[in-house]
């Protein structure tokens, strides 16, 4: 926990261990390289870049750095973007690739390097991106279900971007119509709640509704401000506590009142839960389950049949989209060919060691997909011992003891082959833990610091079950 601590608090010790890691939390040494170097040919020493990876994120990047002067330069496939070196800068360059998923990828950096002969090791993918795109849209689409066509999918760099560029590119026309109301309702992953919180602008605004098992705040806000709501924004099951709304309500208060409904199931996976019936868009993070070797990093947006959401608005949605890497798609397009066979091996793992830490005398709460009072909406969208990879628990006694002692790999993500785990709220909302506001704002969303987190992988589950066993 000592590391976690470090990290979060930038201490140059640990930051300087940390050459790689989730690419939206942490800049691939690769991608520093690149920028570096571009730098140091025009002489800029005194100067911080950024590799955007696509010419739509420079006015969003500029408004969100402002009063910070940028100067931008498009390169072959990225721009470059400079300013006088700041702390300040550094730090909110930083948040904006991570809240919208704009950087390029270690792949691409890795590729100019090679072009400019700074490297001379490439690692070679097997599939050509035109076939990578079907290919992995023929995925997606099987995943979610017949509601779902492979060509009514957009690809994206991530997740984040995907539901960023969803914002972005529905907000204008929502807000003409006087729709300028978004609803997130349930506790969502961290950035999508920055996206909805950092770039409303004058024409949006944001609220949160965090109880999903209760619905009376939304209808209320639905009789009050029925015209004027554009979105509700919700995971299915939540994340990191799983909980799961009554989405068939949610979906007649949405198409009543004229609002599109936008579902993320990607904390249990779409081949889990179905939700094309009901959303309009489904935002999913391919980076889990998708991409379960861990090393590549995709999203999508899907619009099933049944979506009110126009043509004229996807087209805006494409503009604001970072393309995938044509080397990250032709990876995730390999990987996924092993997608249904990790669902099967996980929810079977996931649904022994969920029994066995509610039976453990030392743990005080579990939170996954079939707990109370979620367990029936849960059950009408994906059916039985359908759980997904991960749930998340609560010790007796503090976390730091089990966490330092655990022998898993320790890390933010999930939906990997192999099994994970993190301390969740220190990792997704450690600024929140250093005030009384930020920490009442998590209580009153059910969220304890010590709460922690596991994604099981395709490991024996007894060998999963013993370490935990070892540990607790």
Partial sequence: MTDIIG??????????????????????KLISQLINELLLEKGYKHRTGFALASRRAIDDFRTFLSPHEIEFEERNGFVLAHAKKSSDLQRAGKAFLQHTGFSISSRQAEDILAARSAMTVRQEETEEEENASIRARRQIA???????LPENILLATSGANAFHALFRGTREHLADQGRTLWIQFGWLYVDTIKVLSNFCGDRAESIAVHNVSDLSELRKLFSERGSEIAAVVTEVPTNPLFHTCNLDEVRGLCRSNGAILVADPTMASPRNVKVADHADVIVNSLTKYAANEGD????????????????????????????PYSRDLARIA?????????????????????????????????HWSYSEPFQSNYRKLAGDEKPGCALAFELKYGMESFYNKIRILKSPSFGTKFSLLCPYVHLAHYDLMQNKQGRNLLASAGLSPELIRVSVGEEEVQEIISVFSEAL
């Avoid at 590549?296 to 393309?323: E, Q």
């Avoid at 997608?339 to 005398?361: F, Q």
């Fill in 142 to 148: 099987d995943a979610m279900g017949e509601e779902v």
């Fill in 7 to 28: 990290y979060e608090t930038k201490d140059p010790v640990i930051i300087n261990q940390i050459p790689a890691g989730y690419p939206r939390f942490v800049t691939h």
């Fill in 334 to 366: 390999f990987e996924m060919g092993h997608y249904p066979d990790l669902i099967e091996r996980t929810n079977k793992n996931l649904m022994e060691l969920a029994t066995y830490l509610e039976s453990h005398p030392s743990i005080k709460k579990v």
């Fill in 296 to 323: 590549v990093m995709l999203g999508c947006l899907a619009f099933p049949k049944k979506s009110t959401v126009h043509n004229i608005w996807i087209d805006r949605i494409r503009h604001y989209i970072a393309p």
